[in-house]
T-cell receptor, first 114, second 111 residues
Framework: NAGVTQTPKFQVLKTGQSMTLQCAQDMNHNSMYWYRQDPGMGLRLIYYSASEGTTDKGEVPNGYNVSRLNKREFSLRLESAAPSQTSVYFC?????????????FGPGTRLTVT | QQPVQSPQAVILREGEDAVINCSSSKALYSVHWYRQKHGEAPVFLMILLKGGEQKGHDKISASFNEKKQQSSLYLTASQLSYSGTYFCGTERRGGSEKLVFGKGTKLTVNP
């Protein structure tokens, strides 16, 4: 039981490049989330997927797109990376959004955009 | 509507107690607490629900005042392993289905 896995762990991009962050969970959770974490800002929600087949914007969605590929996988895409997107990205999952369930976090992806 | 945490940082010696507060301007359904060590992912500690139900950790306690939309996390007889950044997250019923996290409280426990 691996929990929540994320790839890659580290990435350096140049401004304008694109990339996809991958996330997978093996806990049969319905809901999945993408957060970014910047110093002093806490965890800010980018997008979430309450259930397979649905996605919704969070607090800071601009510059990102997501795909809920199946129940296990939720990817985050940066179409044209900007230095402001330098951050640590965490994927998380829980049994059901809004149901007061524990969220499980992946190990994070540290992204630098130069 | 990001919840407000206080204090922003606290430094303790081993064995001392600490209280971390989390407040919201909106009516809450639940309050979550997570701890994050440097360079690691956040880890769940506890959930407090409207109505008094509590789920979580043996050695850390918390309270939830529904009328004041406030929660407090109590760390007693602190250990070195308690060091990290503590985040509260709040959920509202009737609002969107998402957890909103505060900016965190950095706790340092020294020998």
């Amino acid at each position: 039981n691996a929990g929540v896995t994320q790839t890659p762990k580290f990435q350096v991009l140049k401004t304008g490049q694109s990339m996809t962050l991958q996330c997978a969970q093996d806990m049969n959770h319905n809901s999945m989330y993408w957060y970014r974490q910047d110093p002093g800002m806490g965890l800010r929600l980018i997008y979430y997927s309450a259930s397979e087949g649905t996605t919704d914007k969070g607090e800071v969605p601009n510059g990102y797109n997501v795909s809920r590929l199946n129940k296990r996988e939720f990817s985050l895409r940066l179409e044209s990376a900007a230095p402001s997107q330098t951050s640590v990205y965490f994927c998380a999952s829980d049994l059901l959004a809004g149901g007061a369930y524990e969220q499980y976090f992946g190990p994070g992806t540290r992204l630098t955009v130069t | 509507q990001q919840p407000v945490q206080s204090p922003q940082a606290v430094i303790l010696r081993e064995g001392e107690d600490a209280v971390i507060n989390c407040s919201s301007s909106k009516a809450l359904y639940s309050v979550h607490w997570y701890r994050q060590k440097h360079g690691e992912a956040p880890v769940f500690l506890m959930i407090l629900l409207k109505g008094g139900e509590q789920k979580g950790h043996d050695k850390i306690s918390a309270s939830f005042n529904e009328k004041k939309q406030q929660s407090s996390l109590y760390l007693t007889a602190s250990q070195l392993s308690y060091s990290g950044t503590y985040f509260c997250g709040t959920e509202r019923r009737g609002g969107s289905e998402k957890l909103v996290f505060g900016k965190g409280t950095k706790l340092t426990v020294n020998p």
